[in-house]
């Protein structure tokens, strides 16, 4: 169909009244004016502590007048004699103003959305999702503690300034603290401190640094400890203007150093969330003790590492004295519990001191808060999984970014078998700690169980770039060797954990990998030497190996007695899952089919996180070969396939966790 003559007449002649009336000039100069406010005010209201509604008046401010400024620069013009109507022209029809009117304000909604863009989500929280505020103010009402909007910051190492070189570890407590701390409060997601400490004394620029941990706000300080007074200077700087948000000295004498951390984690929710209540502030300013000398000795137990047994050690040690000085130190028993927690692997009866160092949290908690959590805890590190699952998320439901509660429940739920659930929690403690190296170690950890070994070997290899000394994903690297039947390749790996890492267990993880591979006269000789020089709570685990390694030469004198000492550590805690597979391979290795079936049975029920391990690992081979575990056997594989396939279609849906 052919239009007429005049059917493009029209916009161009709009476009000619534009240009006679100086509206597009007249737009130039708003917008450029507009961008020099808006920039001036990023930069200053934070640090001078305006509302942290101030920026969201002056963005609304500026793009309302923007649709004004148009209709006002086509109905009036600028003469020698004032400001007067401009005269009627060829387009200046109602229908033209009309078509003005609506082609400045969807110039305005697009406007918007790139104020929105370039100044942070939440300076204009009515267009939609957001993380944090614009530099210089908060993140708005709007941040809800379950809400995708969480404030996004990260908390970097204090830099150790006390001038006595003792008092180094104050940094490091204060540190720790302040983190936590800061994770307690609603609607914000503090990024894991492994991450966080990868950024100690570096050249990066805050950008820099928050563009790498996906933040908003960088918290950067010093801290010292002098004169019987504790000091920390804290500036809280917004990560993509590099602009400085507050900066504040906080000090508090001895007695009340407790109370430094919550000086800060206060002024730091204050400035960025507006809408923060007295009784949200409550979660992060209950003291634990009132004893400074034991507060002390807490916090050097804080600023230890907890990677190396020693430091454990170190650890357990100062916690029991800063117990021992203040009886109702809830922190402090919590903290000890969860030490002990850490022993359990080398020996079972571990547990029953963290369970009672809980127990006894939960006696002294001076607030309902604190016992809560001190029962949470309990139930996590030494009670029933299905509690602690119950527990953990209803946790995490309730606090969604607190990297405990989230750390916890990953553990629980892959200890209880279920690989599905663990996968998704695992993705958003990955999210909320990303340089940790342990997270994606745990993580190709969980690929491996679900048959994923290309996705398994590359979230080890990511751990590995991120920390070549750390001796899990090397380990892991080996073991899967192993399980794959590449025995020799397995010892060229433990050639490498050795060398960069270290291998307290390296007599005993050779002998398994020469048994492996067909040489049982190396397994015996590597075996025998680990009993004879290691305790014998660290080599338990090897006992089956042993046993079999021995059958295999034709060597079984005092393998009867060797197993029985074994049988005695182990099946009084059995109900232990650190301990539980240790117990079955061990009974199935000596010939006691009816103990390992009961094991094996109770094991399989609770679906423990050697579930996998019981189905395909090599070394249980002996059991998976005795009829009395077929019913079992089957149940376990119908399981991890049915969790196999859930992972896999989470993958292949872009939601669970990636590799």
């Known amino acids: 169909m052919t239009g007429s003559p005049d059917s493009g007449e029209a916009p161009r002649s709009f476009l000619r009244e534009l240009k006679r009336r100086h509206v597009f000039r007249v737009l130039a100069v708003y917008v450029a004016v507009a961008l020099g406010v808006l920039q001036v005010a990023s930069l200053t209201f934070g640090p001078l502590h305006l509302p942290s509604w101030a920026l969201t008046l002056v963005v609304v401010l500026a793009l309302l007048g923007l649709p004004v400024a148009a209709v006002l620069a086509w109905a009036f013009e600028t003469t020698p004699g004032g400001v007067r109507p401009t005269a009627g022209g060829t387009g200046g029809s109602w229908t033209h103003a009309a078509g003005l009117l609506v082609g400045a304000v969807a110039l305005t909604v697009a406007a918007g959305f790139g104020a929105r863009a370039w100044l942070g989500a939440s300076a204009l929280p009515f267009l939609g999702g957001g993380a944090a505020a614009g530099a210089g103010g908060a993140a708005g009402a709007g941040s809800s503690p379950g809400s995708s909007s969480a404030i996004r910051l990260a908390v970097l190492p204090l830099e150790n300034r006390s001038p006595d070189p003792k008092a180094a570890y104050f940094a490091g407590g204060m540190t720790d603290q302040l983190n936590a701390a800061l994770s307690d409060v609603p609607g914000f997601m503090v990024i894991g401190q492994r991450s966080a400490d990868r950024f100690a004394s570096s050249t990066a620029t805050v950008p820099q640094i ?152 939960v006696q002294v908690a001076r607030t309902a808060r604190m016992r809560s959590v001190a029962r949470e805890a309990r139930v996590f590190y030494t009670g029933n999984l299905d509690s602690a699952i119950a527990i953990g998320r209803r946790r995490v439901a309730a606090h969604p970014n607190h990297p405990l509660a989230l750390g916890l429940l990953v553990v629980a739920e892959a200890k209880r078998g279920h690989l599905a659930a663990a996968f998704r929690w695992t993705r958003k403690d990955r999210d909320m700690d990303p340089l940790d190296p342990t997270i994606w170690t745990g993580l190709g950890e969980s690929f491996q169980r679900v048959g994923l070994d290309e996705r398994a070997e590359r979230a080890w290899r990511k751990a590995i770039a991120l920390d070549s000394t750390a001796a899990r ?43 492996c591979a067909g040489d049982a006269r190396h397994a015996v ?52 899952s650190n301990v539980y597979s240790q117990s079955v391979e061990l009974a199935a290795a000596v010939g006691d089919g009816a103990t390992a079936a009961k094991l094996l049975r109770d094991y399989m029920a609770r679906g423990g996180v050697r579930l996998a391990d019981v189905v395909d690992d090599p070394d249980f081979g002996a059991v998976r070969e005795d009829t009395a575990f077929a019913d079992a056997l089957a149940r376990g594989r119908a399981f991890l396939a049915d969790q196999r396939r859930q992972v896999r279609q989470m993958l292949a849906q872009g939601q669970g966790s990636g590799g």
């Open 210 to 361: 928050a563009d790498s941990l996906g933040v908003r706000y960088v918290l950067e300080g010093s801290a010292s400890l002098a004169d019987g007074k504790g000091t920390i200077t804290a500036q809280l700087v917004g990560g993509r203007g590099d602009s400085t948000v507050w900066t504040k000295r906080f000090q508090r004498p001895a007695r009340d150093i407790e109370d430094l951390e919550v000086d800060v984690a206060r002024q730091t929710a204050a400035s960025l969330r507006s809408s923060i209540t007295e009784k949200e502030l409550e979660a992060v300013q209950s003291r634990s003790t009132h004893d400074p000398v034991a507060y002390d000795l807490y916090l050097r137990a804080m600023s230890l590492p907890t990677g190396d047994s020693a430091d454990l050690a170190r650890r357990m040690e100062l916690l029991r004295r800063a117990v021992g000085r203040d009886s109702t130190f809830v922190w402090g028993w919590g903290r000890l519990g969860e030490t002990y927690s850490a022993f359990s692997i080398r020996s079972p009866a571990w547990i029953d001191s963290s369970r009672a160092a809980f127990t006894r949290a």
């Open 525 to 576: 000789l590597l075996l025998d030497s680990a009993y004879r020089t290691r305790p014998w709570s660290d080599v338990l685990g090897a006992v089956p190996e042993l046993v079999r390694a021995r059958e295999l030469t034709g060597d079984t004198t005092g393998l009867g007695a060797l197993a029985r000492r074994a049988e005695a550590v182990l099946w009084p805690h059995a109900g232990s």
């Open 473 to 515: 994903p090397w380990a892991d690297l080996r073991d899967e060797r192993r399980f794959a039947g590449r025995c020799r390749a397995g010892l060229a790996l433990e050639d490498t954990l050795v060398a960069v890492a270290g291998d307290a267990r390296e007599l005993e993880n050779r002998g398994s990998l020469y048994l």
